[in-house]
């Protein structure tokens, strides 16, 4: 057997080709948990600030304005986050800066078109991207010596080009969507962290396409704004895609008291013929997110829908449970059936998948008999009750179906219906 061998050259090129082909969805090292070095003022990993500029003033602008902080925020699951602080340049602020892209210093002066950020493709100092998130959460904790200071975190989503943060933040040509978190401070106090959560959705008011992400954080929206030691520090930035429905109809009606985190509904029909010629409709949040429904028919007179909603990152998913019912006949008891408000038999959890409590009807024997019949009128199992209002049926064993559960007394008889599913 001949081996042949493969120049590391080569397979480095096959290896990074690979790589930028997969689709990337959510930022690299987005909560700061991996640093390029080991001092206090080291680079986060995948990110850049002034040490590692360009620009005919990047010389002047070379100091590290950032910490890499160790302990974690509370509530997380990491064990370090990032703070970057402004401090005096010759008496002009110059504001904690922190990006995906590379530092472009072209001049003294903050405002300046000279300075910006901007993805620089073809080096280390950019981050392809593939996805269109629904919002951005990110933890924040800001302090500024002026209550009316705002920090920010932001993202743009843009195309095939060297972009540039604020330059060409208004032709929408070049960019497709945007989300930015402003924020006034959130501690008095330099020293003690505060942490808030900002949530906020991505705009999608941009016609190029999606290639590369480029991330900005600082410490004042105002290039120049604010006041030495101002700090921000972030942690945990997150891209949420959205799995949810926002509308489920049945025969292009509503379901009435529909509610998006609720997942779970059940609707009676009149009639067989009504249930079989139910048609399912739905709206998702997310133009982009994926539906798959499952229709299952446990008898003739149960249908049920199951929709798989399966967000654009092929993660985030929620599953949503319709299940439809009709009369049954009623077949195997002899006396009458008796449900006015003075007979009524509750169920709880109703539909149920395993334990089903029943609540007796008030004012009679509390010993009888519980029969739980199938959609034939088959007993599906019998309870012997003894002086109990609130006796406990097994159905975890059941096939799933509707049935009829039957209360009988020497002088009384009440029923109604269960759903069962698993």
């Not at 999606?210 to 921000?232: E, F, H, R």
């Not at 429905?245 to 509503?254: F, K, V």
């Not at 985190?261 to 009149?270: E, F, Q, V």
Request: hydrophobic letters at 30%; one cysteine or more.
């Amino acid at each position: 057997m001949t081996h042949r061998i493969i120049p590391v050259a080569i397979l480095l090129t096959f290896l990074l080709a690979h790589t930028s082909t997969q689709a990337q969805y959510q930022l690299l090292n987005p909560g700061f948990e991996s640093w390029e070095g080991t001092s206090a003022t080291a680079c986060p990993s995948h990110w850049s600030s002034f040490p590692q500029a360009d620009g005919s003033w990047a010389w002047a602008a070379s100091t590290a304005q950032h910490y890499h902080r160790n302990g974690g925020r509370p509530g997380s699951t990491g064990n370090s986050y990032l703070t970057i602080y402004s401090r005096s340049v010759l008496g002009v602020v110059a504001n904690g800066n922190m990006t995906t892209g590379q530092i472009h210093a072209g001049s003294t002066s903050a405002a300046s078109a000279s300075n910006y950020n901007y993805t620089h493709r073809g080096s280390s100092y950019c981050h392809p991207f593939s996805g269109t998130p629904d919002s951005m959460y990110v933890w924040v904790s800001y302090y500024a010596a002026s209550a009316s200071s705002m920090g920010s975190v932001r993202a743009y989503l843009h195309g095939d080009s060297d972009f540039r943060d604020p330059n060409d933040c208004s032709d929408p040509t070049l960019y497709s969507g945007m989300a930015e978190a402003q924020f006034s401070r959130t501690t008095s106090s330099s020293t003690t962290p505060t942490w808030v959560q900002q949530r906020v959705p991505f705009t999608y008011d941009g016609t190029s396409s999606v290639n590369y992400i480029l991330m900005s954080m600082t410490t004042n929206t105002t290039p120049g704004g604010g006041s030495a030691k101002d700090s921000l520090s972030v942690d945990d930035i997150e891209f949420i895609y959205s799995a949810w429905l926002d509308n489920l109809s049945i025969n292009g009606t509503p379901i009435e008291g529909f509610q998006r985190d609720n997942l779970t509904y059940t609707l009676s029909l009149p009639d067989e013929a009504s249930l079989s010629a139910t048609t399912l409709s739905y709206v998702t949040q997310a133009a982009d997110a994926t539906v798959t429904i499952d229709t299952l028919t446990p008898d003739t007179f149960t249908r049920q829908f199951i929709l798989h909603i399966l967000a654009e990152d092929s993660l985030t998913s929620r599953t949503y449970t319709l299940t439809l019912t009709c009369p049954t006949p009623f077949e195997g008891i002899n006396e009458p059936v008796h449900n006015s408000d003075a007979y009524v038999l509750r169920l709880y959890p109703n539909p149920s998948n395993s334990q089903v409590r029943c609540i007796l009807p008030q004012g009679i024997s509390t010993s009888g008999t519980l029969t739980l019949f199938d959609a034939s009128g088959r007993a599906a199992t019998t309870l012997q009750v003894s002086d109990t209002n609130s006796p406990t049926l097994d159905t975890s064993r059941l096939p799933a179906g509707t049935y009829t559960l039957v209360f009988q007394t020497e002088d009384h008889i009440s029923s109604q219906r269960l759903i069962i599913i698993h």
